[in-house]
């Protein structure tokens, strides 16, 4: 269950690195491609410590009830 978990939120990861990267690159045409891409895991990475940063205050709301 854990691993299927994980596996979805992977492959979302991935989904969203190359929606992210085509952005970027569309985006910012000048810029080298790899820089967006780097741009894109920043916003990905952010994105992903936001989310966890959600659910993990949820379970600690959920424990403390």
Known sequence: EIAFQ??????EMSNF???GKRRWTSL????SSHES????C???IVH??????LVSAD???????
């Open 6 to 11: 994980s596996l979805m939120m992977l492959q």
């Open 17 to 19: 690195a190359g929606d």
């Open 28 to 31: 910012v045409g000048k810029e």
């Open 37 to 40: 891409f780097y741009k894109g």
């Open 42 to 44: 920043g916003m990905l």
């Open 48 to 53: 992903y410590g936001f989310r966890l940063l």
């Open 59 to 65: 379970v600690v709301v959920k424990v403390a009830k």
